[in-house]
């Protein structure tokens, strides 16, 4: 039987936002220790909650799954830390024991097989970044504590393991003074410690620095030296081979290449136009690791125009080689004992905890776990191509570009497809090639999708991520209007139906686009930021100081957040806006969404308010994941005139209080 005549955004379509969310898991954090593989994953159907995982490698010469596969933190307990409000390396394993954060009182707990739980710490401060020390002495972490006035206190810990079983004592500070810390390694004979550290106004991807430090049986046995780095150079993942040789992943070549550190500074190991960095938004994240304690070679994911890449590297002779994979999304590489892990994601499926011993010439990627069971039909598949586009001021910019794709319907004669240009948060973070089961919600009902890199989107090198400096809410939004300006003049797209749509910072650059421009016709934002002022007033410490690069610092350069705070324009807002927001988010708080609706509604414009209780930023029940999706989608019925059944908790208001 062949497709159907439908209307776009009306297609019959094999996925739904239960689909989404069935079983739905957030992979992260593969570790290697005592012949297991350990990982972290969230559950949406669980309310978020996050668990550690773990299963027996498959014996020398075997093939196939995990054997022993099993939850091995407590029942009840959901691991994660809320330091920098992103957390990440929320536990640690050595041997038999495992260390982890637990999200109700932010404490690190102990927990060894056939005991119960011990807390190591004193409640009163949050910790995240756990790293266990080679030989099992100590456990180092980021602490984060309250201060009486001002500022949360940032600095890094050891807790000494010696004597397991005492009470939970105060930890020995290893270093204190810098605003931020993280990324810390231990060498392999447990003789140093390095670590990143940074300060207000600097995110760690505009600049940070390398430090380290002797460590003894006892503690700190001398000063901390400062090795690399500086205000204009971004470090990445600092990590110790075998004979001790430190190395870090730097962009002083205008690329995050990987660098060895000696004596007198850094020396590159490589220089290509290939990225080994990332953005460090949350705790614990690795690009790269050696091959084994007893091999020189390095095995990488390089990021080149959006996607990632397997690489191997050699250290000395600074020659890279690509491996082939299907994978175009690929972060927290593990590699040790002869295995590597990885989370990764492919064009046609979901994102999945892949394992395989040594290099991959040697054996072919075990899929351990995928992020879902839902497979979507390959007839119904859109698969993102890369485009560049030319923008404002003779730049480029790129975006991953979906046409709807459907297995029983198409689109009437003559009709265009509506399009729906994403805007990814961060700001400075990226979008993938990788398959995202949200993107394929919306092509399989008839829209064309354009996922979209503006200037400041990391893995183009640092000239591109620099484009934002000082002009956030220009450059991005004028990005995200040139790419659905150029997919309407090119006849791919319905130029009378554009949406945009954005979380985070992606909704600052949403709702700018809605106010300061005419391309779109309608648009939702997710947790979306309408007061710059109000963002720097509210936020929380690790972004206190971002806009001081995005835009200026206060109150010299006040006339530009009064200039690109939509809140202060929305006189010129002309169409319907979808706001969704967590209650408890301390990113982008409530009353920023709140203020924008507001005038929404005293101007009489169609718009939605969709508040959900425990949220906080970013949603992570599944019951609100879905909410957001068919929420968004009955708006855009409703705006641009197709059916779609409208979901429980979403109205579209138009009319004045």
Not at 2 to 9: I, P, T, W
Not at 372 to 393: C, D, K, M, Q, Y
Not at 488 to 502: K, T, Y
Request: aromatic share 8%.
């Amino acid at each position: 039987m062949g497709a159907r005549s439908q209307g776009c955004g009306s297609w019959d379509s094999p996925i739904s936002s239960a689909d989404l969310v069935r079983g739905a898991l957030r992979l992260s954090t593969p570790r290697i220790e005592a012949g297991r593989l350990f990982w972290l994953e969230g559950r949406p159907e669980e309310g978020g909650r996050q668990v550690v995982m773990t299963g027996a490698l498959p014996g020398r010469g075997a093939r196939g799954a995990l054997r022993d596969v099993r939850e091995v933190s407590p029942p009840g307990v959901s691991v994660r830390t809320r330091v920098h409000e992103y957390g990440g390396g929320a536990y640690a394993v050595h041997r038999e024991r495992l260390f982890y954060v637990d999200d109700s009182d932010q404490r690190i707990y102990l927990q060894q097989a056939g005991a119960g739980r011990q807390p190591l710490v004193d409640a009163g401060a949050s910790y995240a970044d756990l790293v266990a020390s080679p030989d099992g002495r100590w456990l180092f972490a980021v602490q984060e504590r309250p201060r009486a006035a001002g500022e949360p206190e940032n600095r890094l810990v050891a807790i000494s393991l010696a004597a397991s079983t005492r009470p939970a004592a105060t930890p020995t500070v290893v270093a204190e003074g810098h605003d931020f810390y993280a990324s810390l390694v231990v060498s392999p004979r447990a003789d140093r410690v390095a670590w990143l550290a940074w300060d207000h106004p600097n995110m760690p991807w505009n600049g940070n620095l390398l430090e380290t430090r002797a460590w003894g049986p006892e503690g700190p046995s001398g000063p901390v030296h400062r090795r690399a780095g500086g205000a204009r150079e971004s470090l990445f993942q600092p990590r110790f081979r075998a004979d001790g040789t430190l190395f870090v992943v730097s962009d002083r070549s205008g690329w995050w290449n990987l660098n060895r550190v000696e004596e007198g500074g850094l020396s590159a190991v490589h220089e290509d136009a290939f990225e080994l960095g990332r953005p460090q938004w949350s705790f614990g994240m690795s690009t790269w690791a050696f091959l084994g304690d007893a091999s020189p070679r390095i095995l990488a994911s390089a990021t080149e125009e959006g996607v990632d890449h397997l690489i191997e590297l050699d250290p000395e002779t600074g020659e890279s080689r690509r491996r082939p994979t299907a994978f175009r999304s690929i972060h927290d590489l593990e590699s040790r004992a002869g295995w590597v892990a990885c989370v990764a994601g492919e064009a046609g499926r979901p994102a999945s905890l892949q394992l395989w011993r040594g290099g991959l010439s040697e054996t072919e990627p075990i899929c351990v776990r995928a992020a879902s069971a839902f497979e979507i039909p390959p007839e119904s598949l859109s698969v993102g191509a890369h485009r560049t586009f030319p923008s404002a001021g003779g730049r480029d910019t790129h975006a991953f570009v979906y046409a709807p794709r459907s297995a029983t319907s198409v689109a009437r004669p003559g009709e265009k497809p509506p399009l729906l240009v994403k805007s990814h948060g961060g700001p400075t973070a990226s979008t993938t090639a990788a398959l995202d089961p949200r993107i394929q919600f919306w092509t399989s009902r008839g829209f064309a999708v354009a996922d979209v890199n503006y200037g400041g989107s990391s893995g183009y090198g640092r000239a591109y991520r620099d484009l934002l400096e000082e002009r956030w809410g220009l450059v991005d939004v004028e990005d995200c209007v040139a790419v659905a300006s150029a997919l309407a003049e090119e006849g791919s797209v319905d130029g009378e139906r554009l949406a945009i749509s954005g979380g985070s910072a992606g909704g600052y650059t949403t709702l700018c686009a809605l106010t300061f421009h005419e391309t779109f016709a309608a648009g939702a934002s997710h947790y979306g930021i309408g007061d710059l002022e109000a963002l720097v007033r509210d936020t929380h410490k690790f972004e206190s100081r971002y806009t001081d690069w995005l835009v200026g610092p206060l109150p010299e350069t006040r006339s530009r957040y009064v200039e690109r705070s939509p809140i202060h324009h929305a006189s010129r807002l002309a169409c319907p806006v979808i706001f969704f927001q967590g209650l408890e988010d301390r990113v982008v708080p409530p009353n920023q969404a709140e203020a924008m609706v507001e005038v929404l509604a005293q101007r009489g414009l169609a718009h939605a308010y969709v508040a959900f209780e425990g949220e906080q930023h970013g949603f992570r029940r599944a019951e609100n994941i879905r909410t957001a999706l068919d929420g968004e989608l009955y708006f855009y019925a409703s705006v641009f005139g197709f059916e779609a059944p409208r979901p429980a908790g979403v109205a579209v208001v138009a009319e004045r209080p």
